[in-house]
T-cell receptor, first 111, second 110 residues
Framework: SQTIHQWPATLVQPVGSPLSLECTVE??????LYWYRQAAGRGLQLLFY??????ISSEVPQNLSASRPQDRQFILSSKKLLLSDSGFYLC??????????FGEGSWLTVV | QKEVEQNSGPLSVPEGAIASLNCTYS??????FFWYRQYSGKSPELIMF????GDKEDGRFTAQLNKASQYVSLLIRDSQPSDSATYLC??????????FGSGTKLNVKP
């Protein structure tokens, strides 16, 4: 069966510091991969999605970037975090039935 | 991003009642529609999806889709306290992008 993992689960970072969140999917090949962010009490905002290695589509201009160095690996990065980057970051993958499933999420607090 | 609108709630229903959750979307080209449940501090879990106009039933859950009115709803029959959560509506476009509403918080009172 397919599983999705993301890490770290929780992190507290100072303003201006870099960020790297990683997500991997097991049990499938060439999945669509997604990064969403959920601010406190808000809905999910689509940040990036990828249909294949090296193919990244950005939905919202911001100081975040994404990369897909391997088929089942998706990385969210920032060179300098802002306070507004705080939130719950969710990686997701899409199965052959065009349904997306989420990882456990990463809580980011920028201080 | 494309708009997906939900009433934030909270929606309070007594145990055993029917909970009705609603969602509207702005893009007529939307092709797939989903309901997720999210417990506080956790990631969303898929409840069900619907692609065609009409009703789709899965256990105590029924999804209803009306593309002409750009409206999708979720009915939860025999609501249980364990159903208390935030329910997120999601809309898929081009089968690659999925946009979410801000969610409706449901409280089921024992």
């Amino acid at each position: 069966s397919q599983t999705i993992h993301q890490w770290p689960a929780t992190l507290v970072q100072p303003v201006g510091s870099p960020l790297s969140l990683e997500c991997t999917v097991e049990g499938t090949s060439n999945p669509n991969l997604y990064w969403y962010r959920q601010a406190a009490g808000r809905g999910l905002q689509l940040l990036f999605y990828s249909v294949g290695i090296g193919q990244i589509s950005s939905e919202v201009p911001q100081n975040l970037s994404a990369s897909r160095p391997q088929d089942r690996q998706f990385i969210l990065s920032s060179k300098k975090l802002l306070l507004s980057d705080s939130g719950f970051y969710l990686c997701a993958w899409m199965n052959s039935g065009n349904t997306i499933y989420f990882g456990e999420g990463s809580w980011l607090t920028v201080v | 991003q494309k708009e997906v609108e939900q009433n934030s709630g909270p929606l309070s229903v007594p145990e055993g009642a029917i909970a009705s959750l609603n969602c509207t979307y702005s893009d007529r080209g939307s092709q797939s529609f989903f309901w997720y449940r999210q417990y506080s501090g956790k990631s969303p879990e898929l409840i069900m999806f619907i692609y065609s106009n009409g009703d789709k039933e899965d256990g105590r859950f029924t999804a209803q889709l009306n593309k002409a009115s750009q409206y999708v709803s979720l009915l939860i029959r025999d609501s249980q306290p364990s159903d208390s959560a935030t329910y997120l509506c999601a809309v898929g476009q081009d089968f690659n992008k999925f946009y979410f509403g801000s969610g409706t918080k449901l409280n089921v009172k024992p």
